[in-house]
């Protein structure tokens, strides 16, 4: 066959078929474009990845890195032994007779110490201004509460039950020094409420409407008093009920009487 024949069926057939298609078994690569000065032009450059993209694909590898770590910390942890619960610190203690008369399980107790902790969420409101003379407004605010206190802790009922398993305190101010000390506090209360109501014989007010508010707030003071002093005696149980598993040591306090707590409720304080 002439050159020239074979020459045109190839060209032919590159026509048909592009340059480097495998029918062909030739690869050439394609033909260069020339500008119009015969040149080829340069080729485009390559577009660099977005800065806001290689930032994010960074804060993917990252935030894979953290689960990473993460998932490595809760396994650990799942491998620890259970913590032991923590107690807060009693500052003082209470005698055997207190301790023995409350709940002797731990969980009785931390069942008590969520109870008294809701109870004890409810805030007191302000104690109600009295009146009377301006400069004896002191004298009579302390007076109305310590007879509102005096009262409340006298009265056998209105306590609430789940408490009164941690301290019944009606029980200690009915007994032999309770009535002793309550007894002692009446007595200097009356003679108390006889000076006052002669001092306010100049005024238009009697002593009874003076304190009847602020005397009723105190019997409402009283009673949380008394759950803040429970909730007390129930830590103080859970420590020693602790101790004896030998999960915390027992500190060497001064022991509270329920007497002390009795006196302290008419003070009207809790530590």
């Known amino acids: 066959m002439p050159a020239s024949q074979n020459s045109e069926e190839v060209t032919a057939a590159e026509r048909q078929y592009p340059p480097g298609d495998p029918i062909l078994g030739v690869v050439r690569p394609p033909p260069k474009r020339q500008g119009s000065n015969g040149v080829a032009p340069a080729q485009a450059k390559r577009r660099a990845v977005p800065r806001t993209a290689i930032a994010w694909l960074r804060r993917l590898s990252a935030q894979n890195e953290g689960a990473a770590q993460a998932e490595e910390y809760f396994r650990k942890e799942e491998m620890q032994p259970a913590k032991k619960q923590k107690t807060d610190a009693v500052n003082r203690g209470f005698v055997k007779e ?41 004298r009579l605010a302390t007076h109305a509460e310590s007879l509102g206190r005096m009262e409340t802790l006298r009265a056998p009922s209105g306590w609430d039950a789940r408490a ?108």
């Open 98 to 138: 207190l301790l023995d008369k409350t709940p002797s399980t731990l969980q009785t107790c931390r069942s008590l110490l969520v109870f008294l902790e809701k109870k004890l969420e409810a805030t007191l409101p302000e104690p109600p201004a009295v009146g009377g003379p301006e400069d004896l407004r002191p």
């Open 164 to 271: 009164k398993r941690v301290l019944d305190i009606a029980a200690i101010a009915a007994s032999a020094p309770g009535e002793a000390a309550l007894g002692a506090l009446q007595q200097a209360l009356q003679k108390e409420s006889q000076e006052l109501q002669e001092k306010l014989k100049e005024s238009s007010e009697t002593l009874e409407n003076v304190l009847t508010e602020r005397r009723a707030w105190a019997k409402d003071a009283v009673r949380r008093d008394w759950l803040t002093w429970c909730e007390r005696l129930l830590k103080a149980r859970e420590a020693k009920l602790l101790a004896e598993l030998g999960e915390k040591e027992e500190a060497s306090e001064i022991l509270n009487t329920g007497v002390d707590i009795l006196e302290a409720l008419v003070a009207g304080t809790t530590a």
